[in-house]
């Protein structure tokens, strides 16, 4: 089954404690982002990256990092969260003729 | 800056009638154009691309306006199943931007 996997999908944290949020992708898709999701914001793209060791800033990335050394892959890391990183976050992967992109089922971080 | 306007909702409608949403972009340079649906707490999902000359797939409608800069989409006969939050996307080369969404509730 194509999909777009993430964990964990629920975490609980304190301020300054490194943490990352794995995503995996078995549709073999070049493209990947990270978002959040915030009430009244909207989904904000916080990464995205394009292949292998490829990554690029979306809209949000301060306070986050990435990495792309495997395809299917993309982790997103947060070496010191604060409070206003707590958020829903989703992974997903984009790819095909008309470039959809296909979701990961979200990460909910609360970060104390 | 790109920046995307949705109609805010919420839509109240009944089973059966027809709505419409609309959502405007100031950067034209977006490649591509999707509406995504997002049921609560849950992950968007692709409900149809937007092409050009429009597109229709069931009861789903939509529509692009390049000189305008807005896309849209109609739904007609609308079932309680549609309730969800709807999302129009803009591709600006992998940089994808999202609309904050519109709130869809069909009523029994």
């Known amino acids: 089954e194509a999909q777009v996997t993430q964990n964990p999908r629920y975490l609980i944290t304190v301020t300054g404690k490194k943490l990352t949020v794995t995503c995996s992708q078995n549709m073999n898709h070049e493209y990947m982002s990270w978002y959040r999701q915030d009430p009244g914001l909207g989904l904000r793209q916080i990464y995205y990256s394009m292949n292998v060791e490829v990554t690029d800033k979306g809209d949000v990335p301060e306070g986050y990092k990435v990495s792309r050394k495997e395809k299917r892959n993309f982790p997103l890391i947060l070496e010191s969260p604060s409070p206003n990183q707590t958020s829903l976050y989703f992974c997903a992967s984009s790819g095909g003729l008309y470039n959809e992109q296909f979701f990961g089922p979200g990460t909910r971080l609360t970060v104390l | ?108």
């Open chain 2, 1 to 108: 800056r790109k920046e995307v306007e949705q109609d805010p909702g919420p839509f109240n409608v009944p089973e059966g009638a027809t709505v419409a949403f609309n959502c405007t972009y100031s950067n034209s340079a977006s490649q591509s154009f999707f509406w995504y649906r997002q049921d609560c707490r849950k992950e968007p999902k692709l409900l149809m691309s937007v092409y050009s000359s429009g597109n229709e797939d069931g009861r789903f409608t939509a529509q692009l306006n390049r000189a305008s800069q807005y896309i849209s989409l109609l739904i007609r006969d609308s079932k309680l199943s549609d309730s969800a939050t709807y999302l129009c996307v803009f591709d600006y080369g992998q940089n994808f931007v999202f609309g904050p969404g519109t709130r869809l509730s069909v009523l029994p």
